[in-house]
T-cell receptor, first 113, second 113 residues
Framework: KAGVTQTPRYLIKTRGQQVTLSCSPI?????VSWYQQTPGQGLQFLFE???????NKGNFPGRFSGRQFSNSRSEMNVSTLELGDSALYLC????????????FGPGTRLTVL | GENVEQHPSTLSVQEGDSAVIKCTYS??????FPWYKQELGKRPQLIID?????GEKKDQRIAVTLNKTAKHFSLHITETQPEDSAVYFC????????????FGTGTKLQVIP
């Protein structure tokens, strides 16, 4: 099976702009989670989608949003970018029926100037 | 919400020695505890996980122990090898089909040849 893929791999934006990141899960996986990874903060949970519905949300401002399509592909959007949004954004997919192993994508490195 | 603390943040061991990483969690409802390994520049990958109905689990040189009463769990790596050098993340997740995984801040393990 093909692994989790994310596009784009690198992004450079300026403050105030918005950005959309994409994640394609492993075939058959219905759950997609998004994480922000920064040095010293580890992986911080953004949100999780299952069958096109947001099931869980972390403690991030409303500028961070997402959605999931019927083919389980997911997008994450960040509006009004701030310097502090610079990070590696990882998505992870899982079967979703019960909590279990997550398979991570390679991440999108976002730099906000 | 759940809070996972992980110690130490860095750990150096000689090749062949053992390494122990410890984590505590706050939410007594958590019952799934995975450990992920992230090599430099790569995506996190699950190395072992444990559920709350089990006190210990082993997989070759890796073992995880769980003490639900004290709300802590640990990763043990024996006979460490240079390829064990990586950042290790513990995590906790509540019961049910929800992938709401809270990660610790990571331990950078360096195995010195």
């Amino acid at each position: 099976k093909a692994g989790v893929t994310q596009t784009p791999r690198y992004l450079i934006k300026t403050r105030g702009q918005q950005v959309t990141l994409s994640c394609s899960p492993i075939s058959g996986h219905r759950s997609v989670s998004w994480y922000q990874q920064t040095p010293g903060q580890g992986l911080q949970f953004l949100f999780e989608y299952f069958s096109e519905t947001q099931r869980n949300k972390g403690n991030f401002p409303g500028r961070f949003s997402g959605r999931q399509f019927s083919n389980s592909r997911s997008e994450m959007n960040v509006s009004t970018l701030e310097l502090g949004d610079s990070a590696l954004y990882l998505c992870a997919s899982s079967l979703g029926k019960t909590v279990g192993e997550q398979f991570f994508g390679p991440g999108t490195r976002l730099t906000v100037l | 919400g759940e809070n996972v603390e992980q110690h130490p943040s860095t750990l150096s061991v000689q090749e062949g020695d053992s390494a122990v990483i410890k984590c505590t969690y706050s939410d007594s409802a958590s019952n799934y505890f995975p450990w992920y390994k992230q090599e430099l520049g790569k995506r996190p990958q699950l190395i072992i996980d444990i559920r709350s109905n089990v006190g210990e689990k082993k997989d070759q040189r890796i073992a995880v122990t769980l003490n639900k009463t004290a709300k802590h769990f640990s990763l043990h790596i024996t006979e460490t090898q240079p390829e064990d050098s990586a950042v290790y993340f513990c995590a906790a997740s509540p019961a049910g089909g929800y992938q709401k995984v809270t990660f610790g801040t990571g331990t950078k393990l360096q195995v010195i040849p």
